[in-house]
């Protein structure tokens, strides 16, 4: 059943026809009906429509994969545009690239491959475990190496997060502060998770580094105190 020759039905039709319309949801009731759908909403460009309204709708960004507030106009608009700004968020694929270069692994939902940073076979044989702060910027990211022979990196973010990473020069696994995403594979959650993955030398002296340089400096001091005597 049809309300004019060029509108669309009043009553849904079977489920295989009626899905290929949505409700666009105008400024009022006049102007909310059921739509030709133009596909997932999520790929769509946002439109402003046409009209004298402004009323504020949410879109999804494909670029920044984030949902944005908008001006709609009222009419003529497509299915990205969302209502609130939850609806948008769990209708789309929003998340942060947490990656230092290049995309993050992706699965068939358009959404990152989240991984274990304590397990190397978390992610696929090309990608290594980014580990964020949570699950949301812990991901698979491109680029696997040997983590022990990159550079230490503190990423970028307002975070201040104590990991370790493996130091090439001194052989040992020190404390850094990450900044929470866009480090690189030389991140380690704790200090034995990266002693067991690095070459540290184990120093065999019973008299450490600093203790003998303590010592030394204390024999110096004395032996120009003497000769001065």
């Known amino acids: 059943m049809y309300s004019g020759s060029n509108s669309p039905p009043l009553h849904p039709p079977p489920y295989a026809f009626y899905a290929r319309y949505y409700c666009h949801v105008g400024f009022d009731e006049s102007t909310t009906a059921c739509c030709p759908s133009q596909g997932d909403p999520c790929s769509l460009i946002v439109k402003e429509g046409r009209g004298n309204q402004g009323i504020q709708r949410w879109f999804y960004n494909q670029k920044t994969r984030q949902c944005q ?136 002296c019973p008299v450490t580094m600093s203790s003998l340089k303590s010592l030394l400096k204390v024999s110096i001091i004395a032996s120009i105190s003497k000769n001065g005597h």
Not at 96 to 114: I, S
Request: hydrophobic share 25%; glycine share 8%; proline share 10%.
């Open 69 to 204: 507030p908008f001006s709609y106009k009222g009419m003529g608009g497509n299915e990205n545009n969302f209502l609130l700004r939850e609806h948008c968020e769990s209708t789309c694929p929003v998340w942060v690239n947490a990656c230092p270069q290049g995309e993050a692994y992706l699965l068939p939902t358009g959404r990152p491959q989240h991984c274990d940073p304590r397990n190397e076979n978390s992610c696929p044989l090309t990608h290594w475990c980014h580990p964020g702060p949570d699950v949301t910027t812990t991901m698979c990211c491109p680029g696997r190496v040997d983590p022990c022979t990159r550079a230490k990196s503190e990423g970028e973010g307002p975070l201040q997060i104590t990991r370790y990473y493996f130091d090439a020069s001194q052989r040992q696994c020190l404390e850094f502060t990450f900044k929470g995403i866009r480090g690189n594979a030389n991140n380690f959650l704790t200090k034995e998770q990266c002693e067991s993955r690095c070459p540290v030398q184990v120093n065999p």
